[in-house]
């Protein structure tokens, strides 16, 4: 297990100080994403410049994501092998500056489809490193004070932030010489290196190499044993596991509807701005409602909100579609992540929390290429592939009964810590 802040530290600058590190953390390793920010400039140069398929345009980000579906390994190193002493600092440093790097290699890559996946792959490795890093130690306050709704809310507002900020930017670049997105995405990735520098302090570690091993293997068996956490990413894999239609319903909106990126860059910036209210929202439910009754409420809306994309018709349904389904489905995924940090043992926090975002990246980038191949090779609808993925999420709610009432029958702020040991 990772040290918190230095005992010296007064416990208000320390909490402070955490909340700097996890709020900069998130925002880098989110808004620096190919996903994120340069997601709309991707898809327009692949789809426009490059005249990719909808198929091998969402193949693309599947594979350029490649290492978020890895993000345990990631997790074992940090939490078993320190680098100088250190096993957040140091990791954030070292791979918050090699991301920027890559970043500013990209916008001097010729365009060329592998080419831009070879590095896109690059980017995502350090950036993986970086984010399990930010979430191990969010998981380790979190369970230090019973606050996985807040906490996890916060890390949502954070990210719905960066979406708001996202939606009208990525629709300008995308409009422009691509190497402004690269050098935009480095630059916010190398912010994250004076704050780690200045605010995120550690106890030095001095281990053995056989001490590092046996700290490895003990990694690997508190997560074999964690009945709670398998039965989390069993219900997690069920929900994402839905086709997805994400791609489709980028070109739908440009061959279809003929929005342009700025059209685009505005959806999702209504997106964001009802997702930050939701967030807002959760942080209050979840100090008085229990986990259960969020998770099935979640799960519940967000699939029923689903099916309005079956009428995602003109700009003005655009717009009504993408803003309430931004605040379900917002809803949703903070319940999923909230069970996430609660399920997460104690003493393995890098990597179980990174075990379960794993499930969650794997899934969405990978149903996300079946959908567009089945509307590509086999002609399904837009219309059945929404109605697919509505159907298929509603599979999980009964599952959620199954999970332990010590993990999912208590509010926020009431103790569930010890379960996740279970």
Not at 67 to 81: E, H
Not at 178 to 199: D, E, H, I, R, S
Not at 343 to 361: H, K
Request: overall charge neutral.
């Amino acid at each position: 297990m990772s040290s918190p802040p230095m005992p010296d530290e007064r416990p208000r600058a320390a909490l402070i100080h955490a909340g700097i590190v996890i709020g900069a953390g998130v925002l880098a390793t989110t808004l620096a994403q190919t996903g994120v920010l340069a997601h709309l400039p991707l898809q327009n140069l692949l789809k426009n410049e490059l005249h990719e398929t909808r198929t091998a345009t969402a193949a693309f980000f599947f594979w350029a994501s490649l290492a978020w579906y890895l993000k345990p390994l990631a997790g074992i190193v940090t939490d078993a092998f320190p680098i100088f002493g250190s096993r957040r600092r140091s990791y954030i440093l070292l791979s918050a500056g090699c991301a920027a790097l890559a970043w500013f290699a990209l916008a001097m890559t010729p365009h060329d489809y592998h080419a831009f996946l070879r590095i896109a792959i690059v980017i995502n490795v350090f950036m993986v490193v970086a984010s399990t890093v930010i979430g191990g130690f969010l998981v380790e306050t979190a369970h230090a004070i019973a606050g996985s709704g807040r906490l996890t809310a916060i890390r949502q507002v954070v990210m719905q932030g960066c979406g708001i900020v996202n939606g009208p930017i990525a629709g300008y670049l995308a409009s422009i010489a691509f190497g402004w997105t690269a050098g935009a995405c480095g630059g916010v990735m190398l912010l994250l290196v004076p704050v780690a520098f200045l605010f995120l302090k550690e106890q030095r570690q001095h281990l053995g190499a056989a001490e590092v091993l046996a700290k490895a293997r003990g990694q690997l068996a508190n997560i074999a044993t964690a009945r709670t956490m398998w039965a989390a990413v069993g219900l997690m894999a069920l929900f994402y596991i839905a086709p997805g239609f994400g791609t489709a319903l980028f070109y739908k909106q440009q061959n279809e509807l003929h929005f342009t990126t700025h059209d685009q860059g505005m959806l999702q910036l209504i997106g964001s701005i009802s997702g930050v209210a939701s967030a807002l929202c959760y942080g209050w439910l979840c100090r008085r409602f229990a986990l259960r009754t969020l998770l099935v409420g979640g799960l519940t809306l967000g699939a029923g909100l689903t099916l309005m994309y079956v009428s995602y018709t003109s700009w003005d349904h655009a717009a009504l579609i993408d803003g309430i389904n931004g605040f379900g489905g917002t809803i949703a995924e903070l319940a999923l992540m909230d069970l996430a940090v609660r399920a997460t043992p104690v003493g393995s926090e890098g990597l179980g929390y990174s075990l379960m975002l794993s499930i969650r990246n794997l899934a969405l980038s990978g149903t996300d290429w079946f959908g567009s191949k089945l509307l590509d090779q086999y002609h399904v609808s837009f219309e059945t592939l929404v109605i697919a993925n509505a159907a298929t999420t509603l599979i999980a709610v009964p599952l959620i009964f199954l999970l332990p009432r010590s993990v999912i029958g208590a509010r926020d702020a009431e103790g569930y810590g010890e379960a996740a040991l279970g």
